[in-house]
């Protein structure tokens, strides 16, 4: 809540409540860093918060060193980057700071549907399943052209090409969900 409230105030304009706000939350999450040790699920949300204290006091730097920490820390935790990121954006454009030090922080997955009848390969029995696999496989790459992270995956098996779908995006390293 803390945090929310320097936030909040250097929104509105009013620095100087901002950073005694944010200063004082800054003291408590380096306790509870020290506090969660080697556990990521403890520690993520202290070193999230200490890098948009670090970003609400004006250190971007700081603030992309905390959330590179905080980042590991949630790997898979595509949720919480999610926010802690649009978090950092807000403040960013508050500050009209250059956000591409802290975007590198936050690699969050493509998600990829795949509905109507297997991205157009439901006939696949009409030609050589290699075929459909391989049209399957460059379909996701395609997608996925330009980013450094896997994409997950998303249908609900109601075709081969459904399945072929998500067989491909395993094979390209990333995950599926049904």
């Not at 948009?52 to 730097?61: C, K, N, P, Q, T």
């Not at 997955?109 to 696949?124: E, F, K, S, T």
């Not at 996701?140 to 995006?169: H, K, N, Y």
């Amino acid at each position: 809540a803390g945090i929310n409230a320097a936030t909040t105030a250097l929104l509105l304009g009013d620095t100087k409540h901002a950073h005694r706000i944010a200063h004082r939350v800054a003291d408590r999450c380096t306790q509870e860093v020290g506090r969660a040790g080697e556990s990521p699920e403890k520690a993520y949300w202290p070193l999230a918060t200490l890098g948009e204290a670090a970003l609400v006091l004006g250190d971007v730097e700081g603030a992309a060193g905390y959330y590179r920490k905080a980042a590991t820390a949630g790997a898979g935790r595509w949720g919480d980057l999610s926010t802690t990121r649009r978090q950092a954006r807000l403040l960013l454009d508050c500050l009209g700071a250059d956000p591409r030090l802290i975007e590198e922080c936050f690699i969050l997955p493509i998600v990829i549907v795949c509905g109507g009848h297997g991205a157009g390969l439901a006939r696949w029995k009409e030609v050589k399943e290699g075929w459909a696999e391989e049209q399957s496989v460059r379909h996701v790459t395609e997608i996925q052209v330009g980013t450094s992270t896997p994409a997950i995956g998303c249908a609900v098996l109601a075709t081969p090409g459904d399945l072929l779908f998500l067989e491909a995006v395993q094979k390209l390293g990333g995950e599926t969900i049904i």
